[in-house]
T-cell receptor, first 113, second 118 residues
Framework: AQKITQTQPGMFVQEKEAVTLDCTYDTSDPSYGLFWYKQPSSGEMIFLIYQGSYDQQNATEGRYSLNFQKARKSANLVISASQLGDSAMYFCAMDTGRRALTFGSGTRLQVQP | NAGVTQTPKFRILKIGQSMTLQCTQD?????MYWYRQDPGMGLKLIYY???????DKGEVPNGYNVSRSTTEDFPLRLELAAPSQTSVYFC?????????????????FGDGTRLSIL
């Protein structure tokens, strides 16, 4: 079975600082993709970044980077230079190609001025 | 770019009523999904479809039905609404390419339907 664990229900960060959101996963499939989504208070789901299980390098997309440690089965999201608009729920999700995404329970990030 | 469109955005139902949540996508994606999100939780898969005419159950399918007669549309039917079905419903789509070992396409989500059963 596939499982995503996000152990931080809520996080606070000062504006302009970096923050790491934790994600660990469990799967027996050798091939999988890891995704991070942002859900602002308005409710929509916004795709942020993707990491494939065979990718040698950590993924980066602008201020977002993914700290992928395959042996530890972790895929932490790093947001650099936090902005007030980064305040939202963040979901880690995994796709093993079997059916659909398996989501974690999310981390609520609040950026303080 | 419309992407994934869900209607309605909000709905209140009485216990025992039925309704259909509509979902359409204009990206020619072969895969479509229905999720529900309960307050403070992640998304759980209700049903999914790998193409027109093909549907399959997800993690929480009880109380729901789906159909996929076209590539674009994937409606979700609630037959006898129950308070436990109060939730936010998301439709999503993605393009999966046959033969690739790793799923690498993000899912594109609609804006959600907020449904209350009273």
């Amino acid at each position: 079975a596939q499982k995503i664990t996000q152990t931080q229900p809520g996080m606070f960060v000062q504006e302009k600082e970096a923050v790491t959101l934790d994600c660990t996963y469990d799967t027996s499939d050798p091939s999988y993709g890891l995704f991070w989504y942002k859900q602002p208070s308005s409710g929509e789901m916004i795709f942020l970044i993707y990491q494939g299980s065979y990718d040698q390098q950590n993924a980066t997309e602008g201020r977002y980077s993914l700290n992928f440690q395959k042996a530890r089965k972790s895929a932490n999201l790093v947001i650099s230079a936090s902005q007030l608009g980064d305040s939202a729920m963040y979901f880690c999700a995994m796709d093993t190609g079997r059916r659909a995404l398996t989501f974690g329970s999310g981390t609520r990030l609040q950026v303080q001025p | 770019n419309a992407g994934v469109t869900q209607t309605p955005k909000f709905r209140i139902l009485k216990i025992g009523q039925s309704m259909t949540l509509q979902c359409t996508q204009d990206m020619n994606h072969n895969y479509m999904y229905w999720y529900r999100q309960d307050p403070g939780m992640g998304l759980k898969l209700i049903y999914y479809s790998v193409g027109a005419g093909i549907t399959d159950k997800g993690e929480v399918p009880n109380g729901y039905n789906v159909s996929r007669s076209t590539t674009e549309d994937f409606p979700l039917r609630l037959e006898l609404a129950a308070p436990s079905q109060t939730s936010v419903y998301f439709c999503a789509s993605s393009s999966r390419r046959q033969g690739l070992p790793i799923p690498n396409q993000p899912q594109h989500f609609g804006d959600g339907t907020r449904l209350s059963i009273l």
